[in-house]
C-alpha cells in the first residue's frame, strides 16, 4: 500500500482543547481505520509541525477522505506527501 507522510499543525481551537487529545489521538485513528488508513506511527513534534504520521492507504482518495473527515472537528491543519519506503524507492530506481 501506498504510504504518505501527514505533517499537521493543532488549531487554536485544538490548542483551548488540548486536555481532550488522548481522547483524540484514539478517536482519530478509528477515523482512518473506517476509511482503510492505518496509522503505521504518529509523533508529536516541536517545531514548525506539530505532528509527523505515517500512514498506508489503498490509494490517495483513501486518505484524503480521511483527512477531510477527520480536518472538518477544525482541530488540525494538514499537509500530505506521498512516500516511499527505502526497498520500494531501490526497485524503482533499478526499474529505470
Do not use: C, H
Request: proline share 3%.
Amino acid at each position: 500500500m501506498p504510504l504518505f507522510v501527514i505533517l499537521g499543525n493543532f488549531t487554536q481551537k485544538r490548542v483551548e482543547t488540548i486536555k481532550g487529545l488522548p481522547e483524540s489521538v484514539k478517536e482519530g485513528v478509528g477515523v482512518f481505520e473506517s476509511f482503510g488508513v492505518k496509522i503505521r506511527e504518529l509523533v508529536f513534534t516541536m517545531g514548525r509541525y506539530d505532528l509527523v504520521a505515517i500512514g498506508e492507504a489503498p490509494d490517495a482518495e483513501a486518505i484524503t477522505k480521511a483527512l477531510l473527515s477527520w480536518s472538518s472537528k477544525g482541530l488540525l491543519r494538514t499537509e500530505t506527501l506521498m512516500g516511499f519506503t527505502a526497498e520500494k524507492m531501490i526497485e524503482l530506481v533499478q526499474a529505470t
